[in-house]
């Protein structure tokens, strides 16, 4: 008999408006649009190494999994064999240090972001943020945005030993904002944001305006989706001004 290959499970869960106690984003594709800054600091690495410069979609498309992952792509898709270790990491390090310099030059929150964070905090919700970006990197962008005094706790890809889809970095995103996994949500751009939500236990929203919505298609049941932040509130059952 014929048997479907088995797919990642989520959960539709959402609770409801009156147990919601606080909210946990991804960042790159959910709340900023990054990849220009991105794909600039890795040409400027692939330029040092005599190699032509990468496509918007390209890059887009190697975002989600951590900086280290991001620059093996690069290195990868230039050289056309994956890098060995001793190539990976000081290009890592020269990334990250170039990255960080001029992580907001291009970079940008997408339409509404600023506007609804200070809503959803004006309504008693506790905001954290836990993305795959290595720590420094993400407070660099977020200092760099006048973003970062509208969370309470910010986890990155190396602030705990795995990185989304494990859950790990959102159940320390949780404990930092003291909150159980029922009365929070996870929103996220991509497969890793829902998967990490369904493991942990959170409700999930994936918004369809970013990097990783393509890999929504893979998951049962698809996530509930949102196509503007600025639609975030009302899909969360909040109500009024
Ligand atoms: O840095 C990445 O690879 C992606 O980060 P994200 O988890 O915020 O989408
Ligand atoms: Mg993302």
Redesign the pocket.
Known sequence: MFEAPDSPGTSPFLPAARRLRGLVF???????D?VED?RAALNRLLAGRGRPPLERSAVQA??????R??VERALTAAHGAAPDVATLDPALTAFLADYEAAAAVHTRAYPGVREVLTRLRGAGLKLA??????YA??VAVLDALQLSDAFDAVIG?DSTPA??PDPQPLQAALDALGLPPGGAVMI???P??ALAAAAAGTGFIGVTY???TAGFAALTPAPITIDRFADLPARLGLTGG
Do not use: E, F, Q, W
């Not at 991804?26 to 900023?32: A, E, N, P, R, V």
């Not at 190697?62 to 900086?67: C, I, P, Q």
């Not at 943020?129 to 290595?134: G, L, Q």
């Open positions: 991804d960042l790159d594709g959910t709340l900023i990054s991105l190697m975002v989600g999994d951590g900086a992952k991001l943020i836990c993305t795959n970006k290595p990197a993400s890809g990185r989304k996220g751009d991509g890793h944001d970013g990097y990783g």
